[in-house]
């Protein structure tokens, strides 16, 4: 998993607390991390229709959907893609020991056990909401938190 998904993740969450649009360059800013990189996350963000760009002065991203909505594995997919992290390349058929393809009716284990934790991966991810990461970063950093970001994303840059 590419580090701009965690980047994606943080910007969903703190775009919950606003009404407005934030620009990219403030979102960096918040963030600490290069705004060109973190535009591309935006980018992929709003390909995949969960953030919307609002162009103009008073321009930068919203969010598309309802926090709930968000799932997750939408901004993993949105930003890595849904490409499968493992892909079987029949190893089992290769070498002085290959096992005859006519013999390979069905995944092998390694295969199998893989597809096994891609799937339980997949539907955590699934499971877990924006929301639920804005609540869970109320309850670890208290309930001032992400109102004290949001005044910062909205207070007039110096």
Not at 94 to 102: H, I, L, N, S, Y
Not at 140 to 153: E, H, M
């Amino acid at each position: 998993m590419s580090g701009g998904v965690e980047w994606a993740l943080h910007c969903c969450v703190v775009l919950t607390t606003v009404d407005e649009p934030v620009p990219a360059t403030r979102l960096a800013e918040l963030h600490d991390v290069s705004a060109s990189y973190l535009a591309k996350q935006l980018q992929a963000l709003s390909r995949a229709g969960l953030v919307r760009s609002v162009q103009g002065k008073a321009g930068g991203y919203v969010l598309t959907r309802e926090p709930t909505s968000i799932t997750l594995l939408d901004v993993v997919e949105a930003v890595d893609g849904p490409a499968k992290a493992f892909t079987c390349t029949e190893i089992r058929q290769r070498g002085p020991m290959a096992t005859p393809p006519e013999a390979c009716t069905a995944p092998c284990p390694i295969s199998r056990a893989m597809s096994g934790a891609e799937a339980a991966w997949r539907e955590s991810l699934r499971a877990v909401s924006i929301a639920d990461l804005v609540r869970d970063v109320a309850a670890d950093s208290g309930p001032a938190a992400l109102p004290a970001v949001s005044a910062w994303l909205t207070a007039p840059e110096a």
